[in-house]
T-cell receptor, first 112, second 117 residues
């Protein structure tokens, strides 16, 4: 079945430094890839999605490129803020299914 | 933004009892979902529901589980009887259309933490 593997957390950074959260996936289908973010006390919310290989998604300074050859979808941000502290989930949706397969989540803490 | 509300936020019950988790989805949404997250593990798909019917379910959606949304009220997940391994956070989500569509974005609730003793 489908699977998603992402950087094990927790990850602790100082404000202004760069972030990379690795995400690799396995599927026999042609997936749509997602990044979700979950702030403390809230449910996960969509950061962005990318339905097509070799395209990039971005939102709020975060970006990720759907790399079909490497089966990766790494999340990056050039300069993190304290308000970016949250859990980040990589996910995929295969074709002909409504379900999302999530990674384990990466806890990010940004210190001022 | 649009909100999905889940009631209760936390419930503790004895093994073998019945529990109903309630979800108030975004008002015009048509697709509804439940995901299960055991502490420290990934969120796993349980079921999706559209037009009064289960569309897809995973192997985690055991015979003891059922879902319904009577007359446009709460979308509920019922577990009867509960087992120790049902302890988890259950997330409800809704979407305007299926997840493959342009408005298929899932909106999640904050989760209902179920503890089975």
């Amino acid at each position: 079945g489908d699977s998603v593997t992402q950087t094990e957390g927790p990850v602790t950074l100082s404000e202004g430094t760069s972030l990379t959260v690795n995400c690799s996936y396995e599927t026999k289908q042609y997936p749509t890839l997602f990044w979700y973010v979950q702030y403390p006390g809230e449910g996960p919310q969509l950061l962005f999605k990318v339905p097509k290989a070799n395209e990039k998604g971005s939102s709020r300074g975060f970006e990720a490129t759907y790399n079909k050859e490497a089966t990766s979808f790494h999340l990056q941000k050039a300069s993190v803020q304290e308000s970016d502290s949250a859990v980040y989930y990589c996910a995929l949706k295969g074709t002909n299914t409504g379900k999302l397969t999530f990674g384990d989540g990466t806890v990010l803490t940004v210190k001022p | 933004g649009p909100k999905v509300l889940q009631i209760p936020s936390h419930q503790i019950i004895d093994m073998g009892q019945m529990v109903t988790l309630n979800c108030d989805p975004v008002s015009n949404h048509l697709y509804f979902y439940w995901y299960k997250q055991i502490l420290g593990q990934q969120m796993e798909f349980l079921v999706n529901f559209y037009n009064g019917k289960v569309m897809e379910k995973s192997k985690l959606f055991k015979d003891q589980f059922s879902v319904e949304r009577p007359d446009g009220s709460y979308f509920t997940l019922k577990i009867q009887p509960t087992a120790l391994e049902d302890s988890a956070v259950y997330f409800c989500a809704s979407s305007l259309e299926g997840t493959g569509g342009p408005t298929g974005q899932l909106y999640f609730g904050e989760g209902s933490k179920l503890t089975v003793l």
